[in-house]
């Protein structure tokens, strides 16, 4: 089974950016679609993007629309979620999960994600 791990979570000033990244161990990303949830406390765990294999097609939620952009690196087995102008209510666990499509992510299909990572904390606090 892949095995994937976030990093760079960390408490960032409303407005500020980070970059999570999400690296897979004992096996290969290139051939995962990749997605990236939240989970905030008390809330059910969202669908905020995903990225194709090929990175030709990209999926965001709309409350990160324009603010947040995946990309993929299929050489290091990594993918990224950069994330600006963010807002207090960004702050969540993130998960990167492997994905059979992207509707999973989309349509908050939990069920579906064949591999989680760990999460990665964010908090957005003045």
């Known amino acids: 089974q892949l095995q994937l791990v976030e990093s760079g979570g960390a408490l960032v000033q409303p407005g500020g950016s980070l970059r999570l990244s999400c690296a897979a161990s004992?096996?290969?990303?290139?051939?995962?679609?990749v997605g990236w949830f939240r989970q905030a406390p008390g809330k059910e765990r969202e669908g905020v993007s995903c990225?194709?294999?090929?990175?030709?097609?990209?999926y965001y939620a709309d409350s990160v629309k324009g603010r947040f952009t995946i990309s993929r690196d299929n050489a290091k087995n990594t993918v990224y979620l950069q994330m600006n102008s963010l807002k207090p209510e960004d702050t969540a666990v993130y998960y990167c999960?492997?994905?059979?499509?992207?509707?999973?992510?989309?349509?908050?299909?939990?069920?579906?994600?064949?591999?989680w990572g760990q999460g990665t904390q964010v908090t957005v606090s003045s």
């Open positions: 999960a492997a994905v059979p499509v992207c509707s999973v992510v989309a349509g908050n299909q939990i069920q579906h994600v064949s591999s």
């Open positions: 004992k096996f290969t990303l290139d051939e995962d679609v």
């Open positions: 990225i194709l294999r090929s990175g030709s097609l990209k």
